[in-house]
């Protein structure tokens, strides 16, 4: 009996050890020539890529650093400006964005900071910031859906809507103008 359980036993670790494949891990530069975007997975040398990717953004003049696995992106996402401080943070799992992400401007203040439930979208705080540090946004989100108060403010401090979302319903000041004037004297718009 016990050499069958030992056959047994080895058979299943040598198969075992068979079937696994090995994940190259690489880190490369977004220029590289051999990666390859197709149908939202990123390919290295028509395999799925697994690794760090290393862009230079030119517009936001930022150092981004992404992890990915099996050609999805999955960890996190740092972007640096040229001085190392932080730009931005983001978290992805599988490709969706997850957990807490946050940005800063140049100054160093606060530029948002959102957050994500497992499934991707909105669920929790949602804060915006302008460059002066003045709160431009604060929302509240269940399962990507507007609950709760929601505030927003101008660039000097004023309020610019102040609602809360009840039901899918929204009570308070918006903020939003009209685009078309009412004509009160007959029934036409």
């Known amino acids: 009996m016990k050499q069958i359980l030992s056959i047994f036993f080895f058979s299943f670790l040598f198969l075992s050890c068979e079937k696994e494949e090995k994940v190259v891990s690489y880190e490369i530069d977004a220029t590289n020539s051999d990666l390859k975007l197709e149908n939202g997975v990123l390919l290295y040398k028509s395999k799925s890529f697994t690794g760090f990717l290393n862009h230079y953004d030119k517009v936001n ?112 000041l918006i903020g939003l103008k009209k685009c078309y004037a009412v004509n009160t004297k007959n029934e036409e718009i």
Do not use: C
């Open 61 to 172: 003049q930022t150092q981004n650093r992404t992890h990915y696995l099996s050609g999805k992106k999955d960890g996190k996402e740092l972007k640096k400006y040229r001085n190392d401080q932080i730009a931005e943070e983001r978290f992805f799992r599988k490709g969706m964005k997850v957990g807490t992400h946050k940005s800063f401007w140049p100054n160093g203040i606060p530029k948002f900071e959102y957050h994500f439930n497992d499934e991707g979208v909105y669920h929790g705080n949602f804060k915006e910031w302008y460059t002066n540090g003045q709160l431009a946004k604060e929302f509240h989100y269940v399962q990507g859906k507007e609950d709760g108060p929601q505030k927003m403010w101008r660039y000097d401090g004023k309020i610019r809507a102040n609602y809360v979302v009840k039901n899918g319903e929204r009570f308070g």
